[in-house]
């Protein structure tokens, strides 16, 4: 088996308001791309499901799980799970370079994760997948993300969030524009339209649209169905697993759905986990067992340690740390080197000879890069490659040339 689509595929998904049969055509999904959109309780995570359910035995399958919501959906179809709480950022790079190259299965949990964690290490998975050898974009892989509004906000909650904003936004939106090319098929899903950049949004050429109630999204879901804004106001009466879908790769039984089109969509195997809890009544316990429990009057007795502008200056501090680093002034001739070929990666054994540096140096110099955050590396066979991160990446605004001479 070479892991290769012989026919495409058609994926029964559910039925058409007139009761004929609604498909997908996986090959041209994976041409291109789709995003499924509903508020919460719309049905998105259904419909993610029943799509991933019918997808997974056609290609390899990426589930991007930011709540944990997806465990029983990757143990029926025998993903491998990945915590990316307890995974390096540059070891997800890694695991993702072998998602490719071995056509494996895979959660992505990124559960336990701060926000800025979490869209760093969803990048840095996104990264090895796009960073695939030539060889391996035969190996086809549908990738469902699943709450993408939380890796590509629209806008950054404040303006310590941006940098991770434009990160998550840059990251994902590489991994849509390169990725079918490269034989990745990527599947968005969020609750709202409003919160996810637009720039991300137009990279997705077939929609499912499920409940929508505020003005702005209803408003952002027209545009994308085409309708005026009266004719969106029916987004609101949408119910629970009802879609209107549009798109090239969607198939109806009487052709395609080039225009908007009412569906339910079928029954799913594994069972939501993320539906709204069973009420539990709170405990009824003394007042004075309560306070033990809480530990009140136990935090109270400490002082927070004042570290005395011990944490202050802590770029100059790094900067400093830097320059003394002996493998240092390396380290910058690599970045020079990596900035024109932006967004290729390049070996090891190129920058060895590109820069007439012994590979020792060039590793010490790579250690102390990643450590920084300044570039993504990953090991490769029996060396290295290497390229700028994404949040540096941003600042190139063009490629002269693809690889190191």
Known sequence: MDGSLTSPPRLALGLTDQRQEFAVDLARLMAGRCLIQGSSGAGKSW???????QAHGHLT??????????????????ATPIAAAETSTDGLTAMALAVRRHRLSVHLDLTD???????AKAAAFFSGLVMAR?????????VAVDEAHLLAPHVAASSRDAEARRLGIAALTELCARGRKRGLGIVLATQRLAKVSASVLAELHNVLIGINMLDVDVKRAGELLGWPQDKAAMLRDLKPGQFVAMGSAFVTGGGGAGYPTPVTIHATVSRHLGGAPTLAAPAALPAGEARELLG???FSQHRDVDHGGAMRGGGARVLDAFLLDPAGPAAARIVAALAPI???ATPCTALVDHLALAPDQVG?????LAALGVVDTVPRGNGRIARLS??????VRETPVVGLA
């Open 296 to 298: 009140v009057g136990l």
């Open 47 to 53: 419909a993610l499901r029943r799509l991933v359910e």
């Open 342 to 344: 932006v967004p290729n």
């Open 61 to 78: 399958t990426v589930i991007v799980d930011p709540e944990g919501e997806f465990e029983n959906l990757a143990e029926l179809i025998g």
């Open 134 to 142: 030539r060889e391996d974009w035969a190996n086809t892989c549908l």
């Open 364 to 368: 010490a110099a790579l250690d102390l």
């Open 113 to 119: 994760l701060s926000p800025d964690a979490r869209i």
């Open 390 to 395: 994404a949040r540096l990446r941003l600042k």
